[in-house]
């Protein structure tokens, strides 16, 4: 069962651009997590935000949540070539059993 | 801290024969998530566990995929007998109970 879905699905930026990256879901939530992942290679967390919390930053990260319409986006600003990877949104679920539930992801390609 | 690991890091196999991967969660995660990815997909929940009960396993194909997770620490994963489609990077996760899922680095299936 689908939970996050990310749009867009691909994005293609130049290094220095931000990149934003978003992502619905259906069910209310405990937490939303970002995860990015270099390809062929697992899986690296980058921020949870809980349901009660509205916005929050990682160095050059910053992820927001918007309950009332369930959906978070991810920026990334002065992006690098190395920020290259695909990125996916996770939702605990506590009327889905605190179930972690993954999206499609979008795959970001940041160009020298 | 160490991290999660499993074991192998790749496997081929022929179609119709068994495989079993194995998982070691942080220590003290209750929470302990295997995940299939298959290439340009994004992670899909197979089993959940919490200690060694099951929070879900409804996305787990019954009839030829079986986890356990004993004594609520290591777990392992078993596909007898394996389809074509069965080919791709499984994944295990540890959490605490609501918290951030750390990964390993997954082992790639192949079946031929």
């Known amino acids: 069962s689908q939970q996050g879905e990310e749009d867009p699905q691909a994005l293609s930026i130049q290094e220095g651009e931000n990149a934003t990256m978003n992502c619905s879901y259906k069910?209310?939530?405990?937490?939303l997590q970002w995860y990015r992942q270099n390809s062929g290679r697992g899986l690296v967390h980058l921020i949870l935000?809980?349901?009660?919390?509205r916005e929050k930053h990682s160095g050059r990260l910053r992820v927001t949540l918007d309950t009332s319409k369930k959906s978070s986006s991810l920026l990334i600003t002065a992006s690098r070539a190395a920020d290259t990877a695909s990125y996916f949104c996770?939702?605990?679920?506590?009327?889905?059993?605190?179930?972690?539930?993954f999206g499609q992801g979008t795959e970001l390609s940041v160009k020298p | 801290e160490a991290g999660v690991a499993q074991s192998p890091r790749y496997k081929i196999i022929e179609k119709r024969q068994s495989v079993a991967f194995w998982c070691n969660p942080i220590?003290?995660?209750?929470?302990l998530y295997w995940y299939q990815q298959i290439l340009g997909q994004g992670p899909k929940l197979l089993i959940q566990?919490?200690?060694?009960?099951?929070?879900?396993d409804s996305q787990l194909p019954k009839d030829r995929f079986s986890a356990e997770r004993l004594k609520g620490v290591d777990s392992t994963l078993k596909i007898q007998p394996a389809k074509l489609e069965d080919s791709a990077v499984y994944l295990c996760?540890?959490?605490?109970?609501?918290?951030?899922?750390?990964f390993g680095q997954g082992t790639r299936l192949t079946v031929v």
């Open positions: 069910t209310s939530i405990n937490n």
């Open positions: 996760a540890s959490s605490l109970v609501g918290g951030r899922a750390f």
């Open positions: 935000i809980r349901s009660n919390e």
């Open positions: 996770a939702t605990d679920s506590y009327n889905q059993g605190g179930k972690l539930i």
């Open positions: 566990f919490q200690n060694n009960g099951v929070v879900d």
């Open positions: 220590s003290g995660h209750a929470t």
